[in-house]
Nanobody, 126 residues
Framework: QVQLAESGGGLVQAGGSLRLSCTAI????????MGWFRQAPGKDREFVAG????????YVADSLKGRFTISTDNAKNTGYLQMDSLEPEDTAVYYC???????????????????WGQGTQVTVSS
């Protein structure tokens, strides 16, 4: 049984920072990689960032590059999403997920992921 648990969400003012954590149980992040997604009210869930299982390649969505950074601590089987210069438009529920397959490229589609965390709320006030 694979379980993912996110933490680190909260309320922050625009321009502030948050670091989200996602700890996995039952599957090695170093083998499968990890993805981060977010879903704002009334919008579809969208890809944010990810790390591939093979090679540990990192990828951040183009619109978020320069503000968001993904990293991992394989010894803790934990992934991190560092979010800086936050904007009200970043308000969403953030999810981590394990991909279905082990790949060299970071999957960016929802269907590529099979296990999901419960989500953590990030609210950015203006």
């Amino acid at each position: 049984q694979v379980q993912l648990a996110e933490s680190g969400g909260g309320l922050v003012q625009a321009g502030g920072s948050l670091r989200l954590s996602c700890t996995a149980i039952g599957r090695a992040l170093s083998t499968y990689g990890m993805g981060w997604f977010r879903q704002a009210p009334g919008k579809d869930r969208e890809f944010v960032a990810g790390v591939s299982g093979i090679g540990g390649n990192l990828y951040v969505a183009d619109s978020l590059k320069g503000r968001f950074t993904i990293s991992t601590d394989n010894a803790k089987n934990t992934g991190y999403l560092q979010m800086d210069s936050l904007e009200p438009e970043d308000t969403a529920v953030y999810y981590c997920a394990f991909p279905r397959l082990i790949t060299t490229m970071v999957p960016r589609s929802l269907i590529s992921y099979t296990y999901w965390g419960q989500g953590t709320q990030v609210t950015v006030s203006s």
